[in-house]
T-cell receptor, first 114, second 115 residues
């Protein structure tokens, strides 16, 4: 069965500093990986996804993520954090099963301080 | 011009009652989903429908019954509500059923509180 781990419940970073939100996955085949962000009292918004090809994926709002097959990781990064990036971030995985069944991690709260 | 909308946004009700949550998407997508987010923010899929046909049913109690009158709508009816049903329920949609790579678009959520 596929699973996702987000080892940090919360990440704290100062505005202007780089940020990393960690994600590792476990699947029995090739994964499709996603990052979503949830702002308070809102639904999830898509940030980026890795399907195949270049391991570095660029997404919305200046975020990027690097797929690392050997480490089974898909960490989310941003070179310079903004206070407005403070939110709950979810990593999710699915596989090529013919239909999409996303399995989400437990979420990481990002807190960017001014 | 909301892509995925849900009503109501908040729902407070007593144990044992029956309630429904409605979802509509105007994206022209073929597939719709229901997710449950618990108090610890853990998000888990409940159902998915493709063109009104049930695709995924994640061992959800049969008190939960999704209904899709057309491919733009997926409603969730819950019978005999229990305290443990308190959660935020999210609807989502994606373009095609037979693509694991599609992006899902989420609604704003319905916060259900069972007293």
């Amino acid at each position: 069965a596929q699973s996702v781990a987000q080892p940090e419940d919360q990440v704290n970073v100062a505005e202007g500093n780089p940020l990393t939100v960690k994600c590792t996955y476990s699947v029995s085949g090739n994964p499709y990986l996603f990052w979503y962000v949830q702002y308070p009292n809102r639904g999830l918004q898509f940030l980026l996804k890795y399907i195949t090809g270049d391991n570095l994926v660029k997404g919305s709002y200046g975020f990027e993520a690097e797929f690392n097959k050997s480490q089974t990781s898909f960490h989310l990064k941003k070179p310079s954090a903004l206070v407005s990036d403070s939110a709950l971030y979810f990593c999710a995985v699915t596989m090529n099963t013919g239909f999409q069944k996303l399995v989400f991690g437990t979420g990481t709260r990002l807190l960017v301080s001014p | 011009d909301t892509a995925v909308s849900q009503t109501p946004k908040y729902l407070v009700t007593q144990m044992g009652n029956d309630k429904s949550i409605k979802c509509e998407q105007n994206l022209g997508h073929d597939t719709m989903y229901w997710y449950k987010q618990d108090s610890k923010k853990f998000l888990k899929i409940m159902f998915s429908y493709n063109n009104k046909e049930l695709i995924i049913n994640e061992t959800v109690p049969n008190r939960f019954s999704p209904k899709s009158p057309d491919k733009a709508h997926l409603n969730l009816h819950i019978n005999s509500l229990e305290l443990g049903d308190s959660a935020v329920y999210f609807c989502a949609s994606s373009q095609m059923m037979d693509s694991s790579t599609d992006t899902q678009y989420f609604g704003p959520g319905t916060r259900l509180t069972v007293l």
